[in-house]
């Protein structure tokens, strides 16, 4: 045999033993696990998962590790003839592309948030002006009647700062691991505080803040309703007109039917309509306002109380409800989680995008509603805000259209946002049915849910009909989630330099959101006491 046939033969079997190495370690790779009833699946960028209900197991991206990208798998020298090798090139430039493969759920296929993954920056502009922005903006200008001018706009500023660098803060962590996208807040506090605390520190504020937003909205859904009707129909449809409890109802009815909607990228077209609406009500608020003649017994001096323990739980209060006028952090990461994400173009890109220009515009609603409200009526402010005082002050000098067109889009408004702010508590049920039957819930079962979840937050409605006080001791109980756990997040993640600048602002941050919790919430507890059942909001004169 001559040596050139010798050489030969060597080349054959290095390059079969070669090929026969890189194959042992693509099929060493996990399936789906044995049970699951997932359907065929396909990577999508970023290694997620898109399943179909065809197949019950194919191969998915799960249990892949870095092993897969080491440099003697991926190493382009030698023979590119061999169909293994060919493969082999092809993985590499896909992976050059993500970036890495992430782990994925194949169970977060079936649920409201991760179901579909085709947002993007307009979808997240919608999406947090509908949750940034609303009825809270409305309610403002009652903080700055016991804070007064300058501590109003004062702690109306730091918040509005505090929040846009956690919201940042959140955005940046999404994709903070390598491999994996946290895409509910709850997930990202486990990986910061460990499996167990993080599920007891997130799980009821971020559950509290969606399902008491929703109570909320049902109560000023309902009032602005039944005001509407009234100006409406005026005394034509006196003789028998519908009870406050009864709107209620009516507005939760028109709420559920809205929530039959499957998932989060499916309501992005109500997120446009009820941002549209926030800024259009929000602007003619205001506007109407201060363009109308102040009352002649106006003054600006803050209100207190006879004692000085009520004046202080007043305040606390107040803080309470501007901190509440910034609540919507509980769903970033779950509206970055509907879109896609590569190494090239992460999602963090387009979300931080559309955060920017959401928030911009919040902060054009929210300073003019809150300094205009309190110039229009200064301490005369009636507690249920700025559509109470329109009703109030000039429901005789406004014309009725106009009147009724500002009442109208505030319902548009409740209505979209009830539908985003519930998004995290369908999913929660939906996922806990999920992972005890293993399979999706059918549209029967997720209209089940959904409707008992309507119901029992017009329930809640009803046993607590008073609004600045709820707002208040949400604003309280929930400012961890917008103003102090993102920075224990960032410290406990990123692991700034100790004793560094940014290792001291956030635990300063977060140290100090935790105290103005306990604070805020003492005096919404305060208020809700003192305020009783007696107390009615939109209460016309």
């Not at 993080?198 to 309902?222: E, M, N, Q, R």
């Not at 009147?403 to 009830?418: D, G, K, Q, Y």
């Not at 956030?506 to 919430?521: E, H, K, M, Q, T």
């Amino acid at each position: 045999m001559s040596a050139s046939e010798t050489d030969r033969q060597t080349d054959s079997r290095e390059s079969e033993m070669e090929e026969r190495a890189m194959e042992a370690e693509l099929v060493s790779i996990p399936a789906t696990p044995k049970g699951l009833s997932t359907p065929e699946t396909s990577v999508t960028p970023r290694g997620t998962v898109r399943t179909s209900a065809r197949v019950k197991a194919s191969w998915t991206p799960t249990g892949v590790t870095s092993a897969m990208a080491t440099p003697r798998l991926l190493s382009p020298s030698g023979s590119m003839g061999t169909p293994m090798k060919k493969v082999v090139v092809s993985l590499r430039g896909y992976l050059e592309e993500v970036g890495h493969l992430t782990r994925l759920n194949p169970q977060d296929a079936w649920l409201p948030i991760t179901e579909s993954r085709n947002g993007n920056a307009h979808y997240a502009a919608f999406h947090n002006l509908n949750a940034g922005i609303g009825f809270q903006a409305l309610i403002l200008p009652v903080a700055f009647a016991f804070l007064g001018w300058s501590w109003g706009i004062i702690s109306l500023m730091i918040a509005y700062l505090w929040q846009l660098y956690t919201l940042w803060i959140l955005v940046n962590l999404h994709e903070a691991v390598p491999g994996r996208r946290y895409n509910r807040y709850v997930e990202l506090a486990q990986a910061a505080f460990g499996e167990k605390l993080g599920v007891w520190l997130a799980l009821f504020p971020t559950v509290y803040l969606s399902a008491g937003t929703a109570t909320a909205l049902i109560l000023v859904g309902g009032e602005t309703m039944k005001l509407f009707f009234q100006i409406v129909c005026g005394a034509l449809c006196t003789s028998n007109p519908l009870t406050t409890v009864e709107w209620y109802l009516v507005f939760t009815s028109l709420c559920i039917v809205l929530s039959q909607l499957p998932n989060l990228n499916s309501i992005a077209g109500l997120s446009l309509i009820g941002a549209i609406t926030a800024l259009t009500y929000t602007t003619m608020a205001w506007v109407l306002s201060v363009s109308q003649a102040r009352p002649a017994s106006i003054s600006y001096e803050p209100l207190r109380s006879n004692t000085f323990t009520a004046s202080t739980f007043s305040i606390l209060n107040s803080f309470g409800i501007i901190a509440f006028a910034f609540r919507g952090h509980n769903l970033a990461l779950e509206i970055q989680a509907t879109m896609p994400s590569t190494f090239k173009h992460p999602a963090h890109v387009p979300m931080w995008r559309g955060a920017k220009v959401a928030y911009l515009l919040i902060a054009m609603c929210l300073f003019p509603v809150a300094i205009g409200g309190f110039w229009a009526y200064g301490n005369l402010m009636p507690a249920g805000g700025m559509l109470s005082a329109l009703y109030a002050f000039h429901n005789h000098d406004i014309p009725r259209g106009l009147l009724a067109t500002t009442f109208l889009l505030v319902v548009f408004n409740c209505l979209s946002s009830f539908q985003i702010y519930s998004m995290p508590v369908f999913d929660s049920f939906e996922a806990g049915y999920t992972s005890r039957t293993n399979r999706p819930c059918s549209i029967w079962v997720r209209s089940g849910f959904r409707i008992f979840y309507g119901f029992i937050s017009f329930f809640i409605g009803v046993a607590f009909p008073f609004l600045s006080s709820i707002a208040g001791l949400l604003g309280g109980l929930t400012l961890p989630v917008t103003f102090a756990y993102p920075c224990f997040m960032w410290v406990l993640i990123k692991k700034p330099q100790r004793f560094s600048f940014n290792w001291y602002l956030n635990w300063s941050l977060g140290i100090l959101g935790i105290a103005f919790s306990l604070a805020f919430s003492a005096g919404g507890v305060w208020s809700m006491i003192n305020s009783g059942l007696k107390l009615k909001f939109f209460k016309p004169n």
